[in-house]
């Protein structure tokens, strides 16, 4: 199984700690979130993984070849200009498609969040349910959220931290992983810099299933501010085991 991380962002929310690295090379518990990225990946079996890089990219190719990749083979995307999430993941579409007669999903995860999700049990839903996309979500506070009908496939989203419910759609903060079918890649006819998010809304509405894979039993949390690092260290140290080797 294979799986992309999102790494090219150029961390703005973690300033000043990003102004002299890439984000993914922030420290959390002396260990960077690219390391622990991985390290969530390899304990579930996960042994090829691509990451898109922009910001200081030469720095983060560096580091990883200075690690020896963790023992991973390990690939970079690297984008001249950023492409968000859409256009960074169908620029690493050769990554997934160059078995071409595997369907095996992946995993798609975002380097600036930690959790405890099983992936091994995403998976499984993921394929048991003929999905498309399957998202990790939650059931909390958050400034954005995304839409879900009572199969719990994707409907739409929502701006702002009302989280009412509309009557029989259900709105639930996304955690920033992703289980995808590579089939995704021929039906993705967006170009160019785009949100992932678009694209699912875009196939959705023509009856693709993207749907939610509840993850409230689980801890998560976002390393978007330094705030979030130093509350997420002292989950580390009191509560919270990630299981990385």
Known sequence: MKAMVLAAG?????????????????E??????????????R???????????????????????????????????????????GGGLKRAAWFFLEDSG????????????????DLGRMVRF????????????????????????QQGRLCGRRSGHDQKQAGSVEALAFCGIHVISP???????????????????????????ILAFGADEYYWRDLGRPQDLLAAAQDLRQKVHLGLR
């Open 183 to 209: 089939r995704l890649f021929a039906v993705m006819t967006e170009k160019g810099v785009f949100s992932i998010i678009d694209a699912y809304l875009r196939l959705a509405g023509l009856g693709e299933r």
């Open 102 to 117: 595997s369907p095996e999903p992946f995993v798609l995860h975002n380097v600036d969040v930690i959790s405890t999700i």
């Open 126 to 149: 993921h394929t048991a349910n003929q999905a498309l996309v399957t998202l990790a979500v939650q059931e909390r506070k958050a400034t954005r959220y995304l839409l879900f009908d």
């Open 43 to 85: 304990a579930f079996g996960i042994r090829e993984v691509i990451v898109n890089v922009h910001h200081f990219a030469d720095m983060l190719g560096e580091y990883l070849q200075a690690q020896d990749n963790f023992g991973m083979r390990i690939e970079l995307s690297r984008e001249d200009l950023l492409l968000d999430t």
């Open 28 to 41: 959390l518990d002396g260990r960077t979130l690219l390391e622990i990225a991985l390290a969530r990946l």
């Open 10 to 26: 150029l961390g703005t929310r973690l300033r000043p700690l990003t102004e002299s690295r890439p984000k993914a090379l922030v």
